[in-house]
């Protein structure tokens, strides 16, 4: 029979994004209503190797849920890669009477947190937290669309800029496998073009596609491209071979960087964060574990960790053809 | 069989909404895609009544997805809810060689829509722009997201004065019979109550949870209201009920009122537009006809606009037990 | 000789406004950095006198810049308005070893301590933090830059649904005596009439104003109001005056009411508080008292609080007209 | 005696800056308003040179001030640097009957403004449009304070991240030879150092910085550079040498580009554009010509374009101090 669950731990692990600490927060108000004691972990991982902690009550996560980043900070910890590492973390659980993990982060978060529980039989709970919104099991990942307003508000604003120079500008956003990001905020930004890691449609059809445009009377022209496109040149070369065969085009590069996992949360990820973390906490006090709690098909729903791991969220591909049909 | 769709007209209809001008967009840049002429008319029925429109390109709706409002502008015509206002519109539908109609509104959009074909039999398709996020067969409505996005960022806002200060804010948002609004505002506002048309829970209730925050420590109270409560007081009673009954706050008052329609649209409602808007284009040209088009369980989807009138779209009751954990 | 300043107090006193964190935070960094201690009174002078206090270090002030409403809260207190409220204030601070206090308020707080140095001798260096703008002895008050932004950005959301649909919209701003929001928000934010305090252009001036505006083809109207206006009328009266005279116009109105005062501050404001503040520091060590520091023709400038009371900050009224021109 | 104006050009020159929208709006307003025509010319002196250009009349501007960007577009001329060219400016300027030509843009600008009416007579005002700020005559140009306020909220969002992770982020940020927009957000940031092109403090220096800091518990670090600075390295090997030297430290680079001259100008360049351009048509109808207007000590004053032109504006050196003082 499962153990009664009186003591919660969570912590943030992986890189961090806007609408981890509406999740602490709901884990913590989750915990408090049902008279449940939560402590957080520092720095992921590595709080938990370190015995790095704090006791939480409803008061410690007040006013959070505005502000990006996350108030029990972040990490990937090398040393929860080995069997060491995870046996000092299973002692410090032990030693502060943890009966229960909720970890809030992505695919690399949730791998350890298998192997942790393979090991040392702690429940766990898994929340995607993450810009990336590559993870299987959930439509989105925590921090995915305020990384979207983000993007595209920046894009907006370079726009501004292209329009009164005739220009072209490559933008790189974030996702080094996966192309939510640049998919999602290309559409929404009007980008001419959209580069991902899914798909190689070629260079030739690049510089078709920028002359067509250029010649339908266009004043300036947006190509949004994820770190990771397979196009087999970075963002700086890619603009230099267009300024070669197009010599027409202005062409200018930004890297848009670290900007995108900022930013107070917008609505949607709070309310995704709130209603994820009240369910993750739910579970455990239900005697649940080794689960990924996710928003699917407009529903919270959980599946087990092995799932979510198993493969990686699929693009839905028809976003490329709607792009297409929407820059003629 | 149906007639060859050659000319498509647009228009916008009821209060506007952010991602109207994104849907426009979309309508007409499908419309060009698929070598498909495409007219907008001004002020929704009213327009089609006076016969006031414009032939629209993809040039003519350039950067305006960036935009709030609606170019083509909106209004609620009585003049259409009369026979003979029908009669005109139908008359200059016929006169401009327009085939089908896309309408961009709200249920009264539809409703007018559904009559106006019932009797003219003009192929039509309803995508759903309102804030108020109230349609049957979509889970979201285009303008909801970005309206939510204000209204938290408003009561972040408050949230600073009122922390400082030691105030209870009460927030009147939008949503006469829907409580969505101030459902998802309150829970991303991580507001102490929330009041909906949907549910009444009471005077005493509510007197009763502010006392508990405020012996909990809670240094501010937020409120948010829908237009619509239930709870048989507008928000200015509400607040001296308040003041009287619970002297040791200082209450204050905030109608947020029309910002809330207004914005740069989110990324969700400009992708959500986008999508829908082309799907709308698309069924035309197939030969479907008196379709909503929707976004149901992550995937566009139409309905039929019967379906899509026959009911309100229902408010997820377990969201107000979620704002209950979390406002602990 | 003065007394050399060990230790200095500081607090926020009257409505609070954004950048007041940014001006706590240089108080605090300024001491830090002149190795001269520093406690933080709560609640202006109400902490003062019930010796509500905490220590503050350079790390107590960490990622405050960014945050809008004051960490140390603010209030009006009616026991410093009393003799006895005054002597507990002083022997608090004797108790507390504050050798020098920094007011960060509007004119009501330092004619507060204006009389608390006069019956105390305790030196005093006032920082003018308000929305509204009315301080002699300073071009901008703090958090005043921020409250236009947030006007003009609310105004813009507004004239979005405002132009969609034809519209006249009355926005009434804050600033009871001052004009000072108004004229400048109107101004940024292209509004066609403003009404302030300081000038009542009466009603008829108004409905030609909007006659011809109409006339001269404007999709859409808005009026910024002074909640001070001295038109006679309040904003939903005048609403309702224009309606009845000018038939034609569909007359709205919005109150933006707190969310003036709240949100993260301009980068301006904050520049204007790490100056002002820095110099509030360094004045008191060097034994300077009884002054407010103001930024006057694009300098740091300290006058005497007698001459920052004597009068109020004018509005310049070539802005009036700069106003009439730009709405032609 | 001077010829009396009745028509006069505008256009937008160099690269853009928010507020020239503004700017322009002014312009046609005030021409309108004293019953002057306007005509606009294309991509600055490239329009005039190609005799491109539009009649522009109050509703032509209608709702353009809340937009970034310029609709005149904006160009750097090769031609017009030739003395042919400037005479085919000169002969469009003549056949478009212009009596007097408005140039919005920078230093650039105005000596080419300057040689043109040495050579063609052509009566000429300036008015200061780049984020740079670096205008001698004014203390604010058309888009320095929104650039400021971009920047500010883009640092705010790495900050978070930052944070999270006690990170050290190297933020690039616009000015080739002006340090005002790297002292003015790295303020507003609270920037731990700031690099500018005005001054070189050394590496040791920030070295010996970097490692206080880390030491006083700080648990993020942000240096602002300015793309001219002059420590002779770049700002990626700037972040190599850091790494090599406080191996302690995880360095990152963020270069925010083209999103500084982007975004909706916030309230105070909306308000200098309009008093600035309403003081230039006011100029060239009062018989003045080959002045520069700026904002100097809180009020609207011309200067001649010699005076403008022969030296950079200075950057206030005390800012360092005070950031020096406020990173503590």
Redesign the interface.
Known sequence: MAKKIRRIGVM?SG??S?G?NAAI??VV??C??YHTECIGFYRGYQGMIEGDYMEMN??SV??I??????IL???RSKEFLTKEGRQKAADNLKKAEVDAMILIGGDGTFRGGKIFNEEHHIPIIGVPGTIDNDINGT?YTIGF?TA???????I???????????RL?FIEVMGRDAGFIAL??G????AEEILIPEENLGLDRLLDSLERSRR????SSIVVVSEGDKIGKNVFELAEYVKENLPDYDA????L???Q????P???D??LA??LC?RAVELLLDGQKNLMVGF???RVEACSLDQALKSKHKINKD?LR?S?????
Chains 1, 2, 3, 4 share one sequence.
Not at 65 to 70: H, K, S
Not at 157 to 166: C, E, F, L, Q, V
Not at 324 to 328: A, P, Q, V
């Open positions: 943030t890189g961090d806007p981890m927060r709901a108000r989750a408090a209503y409803a008061r007040q006013n849920i505005t502000r990006g980043g996350t900070k972040s990490a439509n669309d979207l307003n983000t993007v595209v508000e920046a907006d604003k370079i726009r501004d800029t292209a329009s009164s120079h005739n500008f999602n905020s559409i929404g930004a009007g339908s009377g266009k004043t200018k590069v930004t890297v960087g670290h900007i996992r900022g930013g107070s917008s609505c949607f709070r309310v709130s209603r009240v699917v098909n407009n976003l709607i297409d049909i929407l820059s003629t």
